[in-house]
């Protein structure tokens, strides 16, 4: 088992030259809960999926919030950095490419903060549920050239859609290129992600196979 800083899972897949996923849970969940979901959205690639560090009445996340929907920045750019590293680590211990992430709820919320601050840790991010993570983050340039889908539920209470195309509008202003659904439903995920999340990959297999 490698030493590396976050409790992890890591499958390298029948198809270990293809894109990794960097798979990240939902408040609550834990390394394991979005594997299947990972396997499904891209069949046989490497999946990295690390636990979230931070426990909220003993539900790990990825940074501290302090209400729902209001988040600790300070603590969200501290994490954001660490995972970004981790990301590095792993990507050496494992001899992985650089992954494109697969973030559901405060999980695509760490993940859209690494695209703002870290953009050279993703190669693209699947963002289900996502919302804006930092309120003043900088526009960098640094996603030109990358991409990302980001899918809300239109009738989210958690992360609305509305706080979602704020989020494109910043990934956008970065330099990325931004596709932002809706799908009928809440925060739950359901087969339409899934399916959306899966389309949108392949399409993009060319444009990732040609980034570092
Ligand atoms: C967050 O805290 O990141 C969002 O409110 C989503 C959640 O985890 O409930």
Avoid: C
């Amino acid at each position: 088992m490698t030493e590396l800083s976050f409790v992890h899972r890591f499958e390298r897949g029948a198809r270990p030259e293809s894109r990794p996923l960097l798979i990240l849970h939902g408040t609550g969940g834990d390394e394991h809960d979005l594997m299947p979901l990972g396997k499904m959205v891209a069949p046989g690639a490497p999946l990295l999926s690390p636990r979230g560090k931070v426990l909220e009445h003993g539900m790990p996340r990825f940074f501290r919030r302090l209400a729902e929907g209001v988040f600790d920045e300070e603590d969200v750019r501290a994490r954001t950095h660490e995972l970004a590293d981790f990301i590095e680590a792993a990507r050496k211990a494992y001899g992985i490419a650089v992954p494109v992430a697969f973030g559901y709820s405060n999980g695509a919320n760490i993940a859209a903060a690494v695209m703002l601050l870290r953009p050279e840790a993703l190669a693209g991010g699947i963002l289900l549920r996502a919302m804006v993570p930092l309120a003043k983050a900088q526009a960098a340039a640094g996603l030109g050239g990358k991409a990302a889908l980001i899918i809300s539920g239109a009738r989210d209470p958690i992360a609305p859609a509305a706080n979602a195309a704020r989020l494109t509008a910043m990934l956008e202003q970065a330099g990325a290129e931004v596709d932002h659904r809706i799908l009928a439903g809440g925060h739950e995920l359901s087969q339409g992600d899934v399916n959306l999340a899966r389309e949108w990959l392949q399409g993009q297999e060319a444009a990732l196979a040609a980034a570092s």
